[in-house]
């Protein structure tokens, strides 16, 4: 399926940098489209970037997404380790890979995942086994958290703190530090995923890659683990705890449950993000392993507002959308509703893990993708 419009993402070159030799716009890890504004990470930083997205030009074609402006992470949330290791170079990176918001917070999570070193070329054997036995715990990952939303100049922008009607909104994150948080905690009891904590999140280990809200409760799409084939969403609450600036898992009924699982047959797939449409959950599904393709989005339908732990079968997920990747190049990584020429959400914007360099225009800018999103089919 080919794209019906392009994005043009226009970053700003002074902040574009990450280390030598990396750009934000090679990895981009996830995007949300809030009116005018556009926040997209990258899975190496510890920042969320905000843009403003323009008119389209004469041609109809294309649109433009401009005015780069960079939030801190730390300016916000107490991260357990600072931006920066030993060097500049070195980043404590958050792994931000999934952006929802309930109209006063945006809420974010990080992967939760360990790291496995990846061999470089010219290693030898040795220094090549010794980096695959490598296996870290970046303890920025552990980041599940919300920074409140305060409208300015037209758009959106974020606030440390921001004194309502009624209420003080706070910016804040579930309780942890550098080696977990209180739902890694939890879940090293589960029977399904405690085993898959100690896995790095590419080697089909605990990785969390999609974020959604719903209702009161939050939705944590994995990547992995995949379990015969059937992906899984982690269903939580959190709520304020005593101390400032941080969060803690609250019950999610009568029961006390502090989280629930719903298990999707994806055909072997995981998910790579989650986006609500309505009472509806799209669900974009790739590899859970370092691999190309295939990727497509589906449709989870009423997931936006669950009620008890689900298992759903295959043919109950619409398939919505086929997408084209590329070979070890442009794999879809985010996804966000976009408005079509009518002004409503018929459009879905896609952003690319490992951009290709036909994707990169000039020093600071790149190609995103827009596609239009078929109507929902009728239930026979």
Known sequence: MHPSNIVLLEFHPERDDLSPGKELRDGLSVALRMGHTLWLANDESVSIERLTVC???????????????QYALHDYLPLPLPAHGE????????????LAC????????????????????????????????????????????RIPVVEEDGGYGLAREYQG???????AMLRGDAHGNELTALLKDDPHLGPFLAIPGKDNGFDIEGLAVAGDHLLLGLRGPVLRGWALVIEVALADDEEQALLRLAPLDKDGALYRKHFLDLHGLGIRDLCVQGKDILVLAGPTMDLDGPVRVLRWRGAAAPAGERVVHAQELETVLELPFGQGVDHPEGMSLFPGKDGKETELLIVHDSASPGRQIGDSTLVADVYTIPRKRRRD
């Open 87 to 98: 060097t500049v170079e070195d980043i404590n990176e958050a792994d931000i890979e999934g």
């Open 55 to 69: 008119e389209p030009d004469g041609t109809g074609q294309s649109s433009f997404a401009r005015e780069h402006r």
């Open 102 to 145: 309930d109209g006063k917070y945006l809420w974010i999570a990080g992967s939760h995942s360990l790291r496995r070193r990846q061999p470089k070329g010219e290693d030898g054997v040795r220094k090549a086994h010794k980096r695959l036995a490598s296996v870290s715990a970046d303890g920025n990952r552990y980041l599940l958290g």
């Open 165 to 171: 009607k009624n209420k003080t909104r706070r910016a």
